[in-house]
């Protein structure tokens, strides 16, 4: 199955960092504002979703010339638009979805984009926020982090304490340790290879990968 990729409506800091991280077959997909950094990036979505509420008609005007699918909803609504275009993508049978431009700028958005990770409909997918820049995505029980020796990685409790962490390749490693969520430890490690293997018997972290050597 291939991979979907969602445009929301954030902060984009260097559209050329964007395009090693994207791929011929990815279903592009706008969620609603989000379609701005698709047309700059010369892309052309498969889907644009939500209250459409943040879209120049400049670019929706595009998007209907070209015959896109809109799905538009009311601007009443319980769910953001990035909440809706993940469900969209699950509903195609996506497992996998990559978000752009879900990081930065207005911090209760940010902190809901990352949360919407915890939602139990989504648990059977793999999703990544990434930005060029900054990756972050759940770990549930181990990962990979693939990058360059130098780069920092942060790994965050979020649903709880994390019992029974191990790391390999980072500068600080832990050993069947505890990371507690109200505590700091797991913040600023360094990869000391090109890549990193990460570990947890028990509880859920955020692993953000900040890479330091573009």
């Given amino acids: 199955m291939n991979r979907a990729v969602i445009?929301?409506?954030?902060?984009?800091?260097?559209?050329?960092?964007?395009?090693?991280?994207?791929?011929?077959?990815?279903?592009?997909?706008?969620?609603d504002g989000g379609l701005k950094h698709i047309h700059r990036l010369k892309l052309k979505p498969a889907l644009v979703i939500g209250d459409l509420d943040s879209i120049a008609a400049s670019d929706l005007d595009i998007a209907e010339h070209e015959q896109t699918e809109i799905l538009r909803f009311d601007k009443d609504k319980d769910e953001t638009d990035l909440e809706l275009a993940i469900q969209a993508a699950i509903q195609r049978g996506y497992?996998?979805?990559?978000?752009?431009?879900?990081?930065?700028?207005r911090l209760d958005q940010t902190m809901a984009n990352l949360l919407l990770m915890l939602h139990p409909d989504f648990t059977k997918c793999s999703i990544t926020f990434d930005d060029g820049i900054e990756e972050v995505f759940l770990i549930r029980e181990s990962c990979q982090v693939r990058g360059n020796p130098g780069d920092i990685v942060s790994v965050i409790p979020i649903k709880g304490d994390c019992r029974?962490?191990?790391?390999?390749n980072l500068k600080y490693p832990l050993r069947e340790e505890?990371?507690?969520?109200?505590?700091?430890?797991?913040?600023?490690?360094?990869?000391?290879?090109?890549?990193?293997?990460?570990?947890?018997?028990?509880?859920?972290?955020?692993?953000?990968?900040?890479?330091?050597n573009l």
Wanted: charge should be positive.
């Fill in 95 to 105: 497992r996998e979805i990559l978000i752009v431009a879900g990081l930065g700028g």
């Fill in 7 to 31: 445009f929301t409506n954030g902060i984009v800091r260097d559209y050329a960092l964007i395009f090693p991280y994207l791929q011929p077959r990815d279903f592009i997909m706008a969620a």
């Fill in 178 to 212: 505890t990371l507690y969520q109200f505590k700091t430890r797991g913040i600023s490690n360094v990869m000391t290879s090109s890549q990193a293997a990460i570990s947890i018997a028990d509880g859920i972290a955020l692993c953000i990968h900040t890479r330091k």
């Fill in 164 to 168: 029974g962490v191990k790391t390999e």
